[in-house]
């Protein structure tokens, strides 16, 4: 299985991106994706997760602002982004791992490379 992701750019406070995960190798049908991120000098963060039944887990940090979700026939995975805020900024990743959400991010077996997002004025 490999990740790619895509759709990170800069953007200013207050403003909105949609983060994709592109699958390959294997479809997504028995996997969780979590996307997690990582800013310079901090540990990596576990931000939401999408099980393979749908079911969905959020971090509180993004909670009410990012919504995960999943497009089986295109083999995606999405992290819409919406009240973004400069510490927000970070390579985000999506990962999966088998059927059940974690937010934790080494608990993942499969990664992708990562995409910048930063949010500045």
């Known amino acids: 299985l490999q990740l790619v992701e895509s759709g990170g750019n800069l953007v200013q406070p207050g403003g909105s991106l949609r983060l994709s995960c592109a699958a390959s190798?294997?479809?997504?049908?028995?996997?969780?994706i979590g996307w997690s991120r990582q800013a310079p000098g901090k540990e990596r963060e576990g931000l939401s997760c999408?099980?393979?039944?749908?079911?969905?887990t959020y971090a509180d940090s993004v909670k009410g602002r990012f919504t995960i979700s999943r497009d089986d026939a295109k083999n995606t995975v999405y992290l819409q982004m919406n009240r973004l805020k400069p510490e927000d900024t970070a390579i985000y990743y999506c990962?999966?791992?088998?059927?059940?959400?974690?937010?934790?991010?080494?608990?993942?077996?499969?990664w992708g490379q990562g995409t910048q997002v930063t949010v500045s004025s």
């Open positions: 990962a999966a791992r088998p059927f059940q959400c974690q937010l934790t991010p080494s608990l993942y077996d499969y």
């Open positions: 190798g294997s479809t997504l049908d028995d996997y969780a």
């Open positions: 999408i099980s393979s039944t749908d079911g969905t």
